[in-house]
């Protein structure tokens, strides 16, 4: 098989399934309603459906980029598509709200496996000088996944089951292994121990910040039951720091914080997370209850926003050859807190109740920057490590920006609530502005990260090519 045909292949099999996980991250908070009304499920029970997928997904995020370093990438992703399949099945078989909870716990194990290797494995396949390419293309399907799930899921609830949502995962899962294991390599990274109890802290340190974040609004940010989940997982992330800095060879190499470009890259990914997800969340509601659109309707407007962020994603990645990833991650970090700002403004002059044509420069605007930022990000991130700790950069890279996700929407619903009641739409966006504001200052710390602390990687990809070139004479003769 030639390698042009493998890297074609890898990128079909990794696509189609990162697009199907990244999809589930969403599409069932739209099928909510019916899934409620079919088990007669309260409101705690519609939480979980939700929290059970990003619980599971957040906290093994890590070790499943250990693990695939070790026993094989090819393998562990294989083993994530059948976990996530799976639990699909076991979905759209649930006739609880128990069995559904466990089904989607189930679905972000193995998509906590799916997304960070399908990376690793895209970026250990592809040339240097065609990496940034591909890894745009590989971004753009994670954005279309997370863009497009609500519209996706009103589609179907409005002529369908909500079982659908679930089932439609399983031929795909199934063709994705057949093939995937027809046509992807093994490959591994740095082959290090298994460390059980760094597995266990880190596990549960992230389980406590996830569990008490996602919880927040809710049950009160002043309830035991919140803080002390954050507090008791901040203490265990401490004690697992503590642990791996005495071990020969930690679980996570900490040593590579010293660099400028894999700590901004990393903060980054977090803030852009926080920022975007939170606006997403909070914007989809203004859609529908202030504006008066159907799930379908919102999730129809909000495609001007993904079809920007499929168009940019990959064109990013042609441009970081040229610019390199800070100046291009500036651009779509810039473009985004616009976009929020253009939001707010546009709320406080026109009231919450306005032509949609009034939002179509911002939405596209916010697709462009979220198309030109995840690709850069990235590609910055792995290009600050060898291709052997790539796997681990790439969990740490999704983990972080899980949790900047998580804290958005939590700390974004903090803002919105504390305006009191709503009782009209101008009061939806009386309460939606100063959200809007927190949440681009979110982006702006990801764009302060990136100008204070990433390096000029032009310079030094100019130079590891002027390396390869008086190499070459040497490996000829």
Known sequence: MSPVVYRIRLMVVTCIVLFMAMLDN???????????A???????DLQWFLNAYTLAFAILLIPFSALGERFGRKRIFLAGVVVFTLGSLAAALSDSSMQLTLARALQGVGAAAIMPISLTLVNTAFPPEKRAAAIGIWSGISGLGLSIGPLVGGAIIEGAPWEVIFWINVPIGVLAT????LWLKESRGERKPIDPLGILLLGAGLFGLVFGLVRGNDEGWGAFSVWGPIAGGLLALLAFYGWERGRKQPFVQFAHFRSGN???YLSAGFWLNAGIFGAIFLLTLFLQQAQGYSALGAGAREMVWTACTMIAAPLAGLAIGRFGSKRILLLGLFLQIAAMIG??????NQGAVFPFG?????????????????????HGLLSSVSEEAAGEASGLSNTARELGGVFGVAIGGLVFARGGA??????????LVPSLFVLSAMLAAAFLSVVLFAGREKRRAASERGARAASEPELRG
């Open 26 to 36: 969403l599409v069932v908070g739209v099928a909510l309603p019916s899934i409620q």
């Open 38 to 44: 079919s088990f007669h499920a309260e409101m705690s």
């Open 178 to 181: 057949l093939f995937g294991a």
């Open 262 to 264: 894999y700590s901004a």
């Open 343 to 348: 939001f707010a403004l546009v709320i406080m």
């Open 358 to 378: 009034y939002m179509v420069p911002m939405m596209m605007a916010a697709g462009a920057g979220m198309g030109l930022s995840f690709t850069p990000l990235s």
């Open 422 to 431: 709503i009782a009209s739409p101008d009061d939806f966006g009386d309460h």
